[in-house]
């Protein structure tokens, strides 16, 4: 079938117009908070954005995930799909989807970390598309837009503060700022008989602005990505393939002293961080992170079971310096990690879809400050994370689906020049299940509840031993990742078809996490973080 060339552009506009947007794969910041997490993995999984070489550290709770049964088809497998190939597009893609949210978030409490805000208020609006583009051609693609309210807090301006990396930049100031974030990406993949070409192009852009107080802030981040793969038919039923991505981060925190002092800190390790006191002028920093990936991947069906067995490795470079200055002294971290995964699906029944996926992330990275020639501080970080997923329609009016998951973290991290180091290991088991009911031709409701429990244990450095200011500002983060926590989250939806193939949803939310137990360290949390959500959304030519 021959398609016109303005056939293919809006075929894969409509794709990038109208489906939920991953934290994992964005510019725009997740949602720190129980429940947060609000899309599946295998909808972020595909995004030429998505983090390499990278293993944030989140809140407990905030990787709660919910079935979404009214509002997004059935877990999807193959090698698109698991590892991100954008070659396998058309063998993927037999149908046709389109959706649209729009969403306002509220998150607040005294359970967080420094940097993480007293309280937020987000609006969102956010789409996915796909669709075959005749017999050898597929696309699809995602938009996004973010409005992010930040109440008191001390502010990193970047996207993930908690990142693997100790080098950050944190002005003190506690006054509230706005933050405008916006992200386009969109893959196309062809067939060409046993052989599969794809490609994947991405783009994400933040703006930070606060210039109704006595120092200003303006911080501003580009994110381009790229992705290409191959894949070649082996057999009928066994496909391989090949991945590569690139994804750079090029991030500018600037501060202006206008009416007042203004102080600013860049930690670079488990030591007193110094602070950059200003006044009638300006302090700026530079930061540029460069990825890449490579990996090979594995695609079959055995008996009644489709699989994928992967692997990928990831490397990281960043660089920190002080911007408008001739040859500056440039602050770098570098890190090298695996990924290795395995995922499968069958139908056991007719009436029963079983999904798992198991995937290993390893990251060891070593950070130098400008003014030293060794590396000063060393990272090595494990995650493994296991997921079942079952969905069960005994009839036509009933759809049941349980979700039971478990995450492992090993994180030792290490400060050669003070002889301090963290040693933090933790379990985070989590359960959600939902109920959905077609009450009659057109209307639908569900309900469903999530929870999970956090366990670490851990060996820690002493902030007395350290400064003042990192007791204050550093300390913290590590004491709620020592402490237990448990996080809980429900949700209601109501779903009606208003045509043929078009249903428009609301759905609400609320979600909270506390830790267990009185303090068990002199910086570890109290209090609790709540979190309330609304949304609105449309899906077109849902499967």
């Known amino acids: 079938m021959r398609v016109s060339r303005r056939a293919w552009a809006a075929c894969f506009v409509v794709g990038l117009v109208v489906a939920p947007l991953p934290a994992s794969a964005q510019v725009i910041p997740p949602f720190e908070a129980s429940g947060g997490r609000d899309a599946p993995e295998w909808l972020s999984r595909w995004s030429p954005l998505a983090e390499i070489g990278d293993l944030p550290r989140r809140l407990p709770g905030s990787e709660i ?217 300006r302090f700026e920093r530079r930061l540029i992170r460069t ?67 198991g995937r290993y992330t390893t990251l060891d990275g070593g950070a130098q400050r400008g003014d030293l020639d060794f590396i000063h501080f060393v990272s090595d970080e494990r995650r493994l994370r296991l997921d079942a997923d079952a969905r069960w329609s005994p009839s036509r009016a009933w759809q049941l689906a349980l979700l039971v998951g478990t995450t492992f973290e090993s994180r030792l991290r290490t400060d050669v020049i003070e002889e301090q180091f963290s040693d933090i290991q933790s379990w985070e088991p989590s359960i959600a299940a939902e109920v959905a009911r077609q009450v009659s031709d057109r209307v639908a409701v569900s309900v469903a509840g999530a929870a999970s429990w956090y366990g670490p244990t851990s060996s820690l450095p002493d902030p007395t031993a350290i400064g003042p200011a990192y007791a204050r500002w550093l300390a913290p983060e590590l004491g709620l990742n020592a402490t237990d926590a448990t996080s809980w989250a429900g949700r209601a939806t109501l779903r009606v078809r208003a045509g043929q193939s078009t249903h428009v949803w609301i759905r609400g939310g609320y979600g909270s996490t506390s830790p267990d137990e009185g303090p068990t360290f002199s910086d570890s949390p109290t209090g609790e973080r709540n979190a309330w959500s609304l949304m609105f959304g449309v899906a077109l030519d849902q499967p």
């Open 291 to 357: 990825a890449w990936a490579a990996g090979l991947a594995l695609a079959g069906q055995t008996g009644g079971m489709e699989w994928v067995l992967y692997g990928q490795r990831e490397s990281l470079s960043e660089d920190r310096f002080q911007n408008r200055v001739n040859d500056p002294l440039v602050d770098d971290w570098n890190a090298d990690g695996w990924t290795l995964g395995l995922a499968g699906q069958l139908h056991p029944h007719p009436k029963l879809l079983l999904s798992l996926d």
């Open 65 to 281: 995930s919910f079935p979404r049964l009214l509002e997004l088809p059935a877990p999807q497998l193959g090698l698109f799909w698991v590892t991100g190939n954008p070659a396998a597009l058309r063998r993927e893609i037999d149908d046709t989807y389109a959706g649209a949210e729009f969403a306002v978030r509220d998150a607040s409490g005294a359970y967080r970390r420094p940097l993480d805000p007293s309280s937020e208020t987000r609006v969102q609006v956010k789409g996915l598309g796909w669709r075959p583009l005749g017999a050898r051609g597929a696309v699809i693609g995602r938009v996004a837009a973010d409005l992010h309210s930040i109440g008191d807090s001390a502010f990193a301006g970047s996207r993930l503060p908690y990142s693997s990396n100790p080098f950050t930049v944190m002005d003190t100031l506690g006054d509230p700022t706005d933050r405008l974030a916006a992200q386009v990406e969109g893959a196309g993949g062809w067939q060409f008989g046993r052989v599969g070409v794809g490609v994947a192009f991405g783009y994400a852009a933040q703006d930070i602005q606060a210039d109704s107080v006595d120092v200003a802030r303006q911080y501003r981040t580009g994110v381009p990505g790229v992705t290409a793969g191959l894949t070649y038919d082996l057999g009928p039923s066994v496909r391989i393939g090949a991945i590569g991505r690139w994804r750079q981060v090029t991030h500018t925190p600037t501060l202006f002293a206008l009416r007042a002092e203004g102080r600013a800190y860049a930690p670079n390790g488990y030591e007193e961080p110094t602070a950059f006191n200003f006044f009638l002028g």
